[in-house]
């Protein structure tokens, strides 16, 4: 039973790359959620999917693409990246929503040049 | 907006003696969860303990509580006997009941613990 799994730990883009995060949980959660960290800051919700086939945006999603791809995986996409971006990124799950505890995977940091 | 303060930037304790993190937040909502986290170097966050708002008893696992005051909309969090693994940085968390699913963090306190 690994938890949340992240792919991959750590990357470097240059300004206007694209790439994707990818996030699986063993679980059975239904519901993922993609939050990135700021130095010196709390985490900030990105998108989340409620369930298998729904994805919603959360605080700050510009910029950034989501797949819910099965009940397992739930992947990020950058398109176009931007040193804005760099960041480090989690990736979390939970049972469902509604007040579940979230857990988290160990983190993708990515750096955009 | 909900928002969540922890006004303790850094804070130190020497090794088995206790702490108190402190953490408040500011709602409107009558039902909600609060969280404290823990994110070690390795950057994992980590689950320590969660408070409903409705239950007055407060939380406990292990060697760390919580002091949860829902009057004046404060969380924090005491550990005993401080270990040198419990050295990370600590964010409180808030969530509400209904169907907002995000959770908003506190900007952290950077736990350091002396030997």
């Known amino acids: 039973n690994a938890g949340v799994t992240q792919t991959p730990k750590f990357q470097v883009l240059k300004t206007g790359q694209s790439m994707t995060l990818q996030c699986a949980q063993d679980?059975?959660?239904?519901?993922m959620y993609w939050y990135r960290q700021d130095p010196g800051m709390g985490l900030r919700l990105i998108y989340y999917?409620?369930?298998?086939?729904?994805?919603d945006k959360g605080e700050v999603p510009n910029g950034y693409n989501v797949s819910r791809l099965n009940k397992r995986e739930f992947s990020l996409r950058l398109e176009s990246a931007a040193p804005s971006q760099t960041s480090v990124y989690f990736c979390?799950?939970?049972?469902?929503?509604?007040?579940?505890?979230?857990?988290f995977g160990p983190g993708t940091r990515l750096l955009v040049l | 907006a909900q928002t969540v303060t922890q006004s303790q930037p850094e804070m130190s304790v020497q090794e088995a003696e206790t702490v108190t993190l402190s953490c408040t937040y500011d709602?409107?909502?009558?039902?909600?969860?609060l969280f404290w986290y823990k994110q070690p170097p390795s950057r994992q966050m980590i689950l320590v303990i969660r408070?409903?708002?409705?239950?007055?008893q407060n939380a406990t696992e292990n060697r760390f509580s919580v002091n949860f005051q829902k009057a004046a909309k404060s969380f924090s969090l005491k550990i005993s006997d401080s270990q040198l693994g419990d050295a990370a940085m600590y964010f409180c968390?808030?969530?509400?009941?209904?169907?907002?699913?995000?959770?908003?963090f506190g900007s952290g306190t950077r736990l350091l613990v002396r030997p």
């Open positions: 408070q409903e708002a409705y239950k007055q």
């Open positions: 968390a808030y969530r509400s009941w209904g169907s907002s699913y995000k959770l908003i």
């Open positions: 679980m059975n959660h239904n519901s």
């Open positions: 999917s409620a369930s298998e086939g729904t994805t």
């Open positions: 709602t409107s909502e009558s039902d909600y969860y």
């Open positions: 979390a799950s939970s049972e469902m929503m509604g007040g579940e505890t979230q857990y």
